[in-house]
């Protein structure tokens, strides 16, 4: 059994953020079929919306153990300048 600690959600978020930057380097932008497999490849939109996924599940742990969250997504995100939002 995993002891729930304020370190261990940290090594949690910080091995998500690896796995989804190696991940990302992969992917392409938009979805290609692949005929072998019969299916589309994941696409870095697909990655980035399981990692985010992930991160709130962290939190919820930290949230319910009445730790602090590993990632605030109420911080103001980047834009790009001239980027429809």
Same mark, same amino acid.
């Given at each position: 059994? +995993?002891k !729930? &600690? *304020? *370190?261990?959600?940290q090594e *949690?978020?910080?091995s998500?953020? +690896?796995?989804?930057y190696?991940?990302?380097?992969?992917a %392409?932008m938009r979805g290609?079929?692949?005929r072998? &497999?019969? #299916?589309y490849a *994941?696409t870095?939109?697909d990655i @980035?919306?399981a990692c985010v996924?992930n !991160?709130k #599940?962290?939190? @919820?742990?930290?949230?319910?153990?009445?730790?602090?969250?590993v990632h605030?997504?109420?911080?103001? !995100?980047?834009t !790009? %300048?001239?980027?429809?939002?």
């Amino acid at each position: 059994m +995993v002891k !729930i &600690t *304020q *370190q261990w959600l940290q090594e *949690q978020y910080d091995s998500l953020l +690896v796995e989804f930057y190696n991940d990302s380097k992969k992917a %392409p932008m938009r979805g290609k079929y692949n005929r072998l &497999t019969g #299916s589309y490849a *994941q696409t870095k939109n697909d990655i @980035m919306k399981a990692c985010v996924a992930n !991160i709130k #599940s962290l939190n @919820m742990l930290a949230e319910s153990k009445g730790l602090k969250a590993v990632h605030d997504f109420e911080e103001e !995100i980047a834009t !790009i %300048p001239g980027k429809a939002k």
